[in-house]
């Protein structure tokens, strides 16, 4: 006698994948994101390099919250400033921030506009996390490429837009 094992687990995937395709689509907005005058940032990092791998990873960072926006909303983040969390201490090779707390929180001036239902919002904001040290046990991991600025980003976008 043949077994079935296989054949029903295959016909159990394809109805679940059917079941997928049939409910509705997760929409999500867009969020479009441009770094205005780079060179100039507070704190990057050292050199074109590091700049240019900083402002990839706040994008991606702003690109992750584009998924929770609503369907047809259109966010444009334009970033005028950067300070990241702590220093690269001079002849560190592998990137590593060292966090010395005192006045040196992490911070991000930015410019936003969000299109909504016909409705336009615009404000320039700085956004900033002075208790980053006493919080860095809360939410993502501290050794994730810019970890405290992508918790803080989070908490300031669902502040901003997606609490009623």
């Known amino acids: 006698m043949p077994h079935l094992f296989p054949i029903r687990h295959a016909a159990l995937g394809a109805a679940l994948a059917l079941a997928a395709l049939a409910g509705p689509a997760q929409a999500a907005g867009v969020v479009q994101v441009s770094f205005v005058e780079p060179e100039r940032y507070t704190d990057v990092g050292f050199g074109a390099v590091e700049r240019e791998r900083t402002t990839d990873r706040l994008a991606a960072i702003f690109q992750d919250l584009a998924r929770r926006l609503p369907d047809g909303q259109v966010l444009t983040v334009e970033v005028l400033d950067v300070d990241l969390a702590g220093h690269v201490p001079v002849g560190n090779v592998n990137d590593t921030r060292v966090l010395t707390g005192g006045a040196d929180w992490p911070r991000i001036t930015?410019?936003?506009?969000?299109?909504?239902?016909?409705?336009?919002?615009?404000?320039?904001?700085?956004?900033?996390?002075?208790?980053?040290?006493?919080?860095?046990?809360?939410?993502?991991r501290a050794d994730e490429a810019l970890a405290y600025e992508r918790r803080m980003l989070e908490r300031w976008f669902e502040e901003r837009f997606l609490t009623p």
């Open 110 to 140: 930015l410019r936003y506009r969000l299109e909504a239902g016909g409705s336009v919002q615009t404000r320039d904001e700085t956004v900033s996390d002075l208790n980053y040290l006493q919080n860095r046990l809360f939410g993502g």
